[in-house]
């Protein structure tokens, strides 16, 4: 049993991906992603001096779909002059979707966007990310970039109970390092479960191996479809 545990609104191509591939796949989505309703009082400067930034990060889909909406109230999209920059393939195309063509790196995660950064030699970018941002650029930057947190991550606890009655052996797709926190935190006797666990990065495959929870394997890439190629 291959489970998903990715945010609904941010499932669908993959559900399709694996509908055409004849790839059976079980949705319990743990988190569920929602726009802030507000910013903070240095949010909401960032956003008046936007000009001033020499790039704009965008570290997901969601980034993008929410960050901008944000940017909106704000000046009309197609006065950016920034250099735009997006995590992966993704978040590439939503930013297209608005008229924002994007560089992107060639590896999909934070060292890959760093060195994308200092090739461009951007000085002062503003990171646009959800409430969740685990601050792994600021730790390549050793210093704090200023950050537009446009959307909210919450746990679905109706779903997160069904993890226990999952049957042994089942093949989870972790996107996120706090993904697999919350399996962890809910799962009762997870060593003993045999899971397996897909995972996005080495970074979140190392804490995996660390927890001594089952096999842990590495996806070519953290799109959708080789997370799933790797679980077949």
């Not at 909210?152 to 797709?173: A, D, Q, R």
């Not at 927890?211 to 799933?228: H, Q, V």
Request: net charge neutral.
């Amino acid at each position: 049993m291959i489970v998903n545990t990715r945010p609904e609104k941010l499932s669908r191509d993959l559900n399709y991906f694996a509908q055409s591939n004849q790839i059976e796949v079980t949705n319990i989505p743990l988190t569920e992603i929602s726009i802030r309703k507000s910013l903070s009082q240095k949010e909401i400067e960032h956003l008046t001096k936007i000009e001033s930034f020499d790039g704009i990060v965008f570290t997901s889909s969601s980034a993008s779909k929410y960050g901008l909406r944000k940017i909106q109230d704000f000046m009309e999209i197609a006065e950016i002059k920034s250099s735009i920059f997006a995590i992966g393939p993704a978040t590439k195309n939503e930013l297209k979707e608005h008229g924002l063509e994007a560089f992107m790196p060639e590896e999909y995660n934070s060292k890959g966007m760093f060195e994308l950064l200092m090739k461009h030699e951007m000085k002062n970018i503003l990171l646009v990310c959800g409430t969740n941002n685990e601050n792994l650029l600021d730790n390549l930057f050793k210093k704090v970039l200023p950050k537009l947190e446009a959307y909210n991550v919450n746990p679905l606890e109706y779903n997160i109970g069904k993890l226990n009655s999952l049957p042994k052996n089942s093949v989870f797709l972790i996107f996120n390092l706090a993904t697999f926190k919350l399996i962890e935190e809910n799962v009762e006797n997870l060593s003993d479960r045999n899971f397996v666990w897909i995972c996005a990065s080495h970074r979140i495959a190392d804490y995996v191996d660390s927890r001594k929870c089952g096999k842990t394997f590495i996806a070519k890439s953290p799109t959708y479809e080789d997370m799933l190629k790797e679980a077949q």
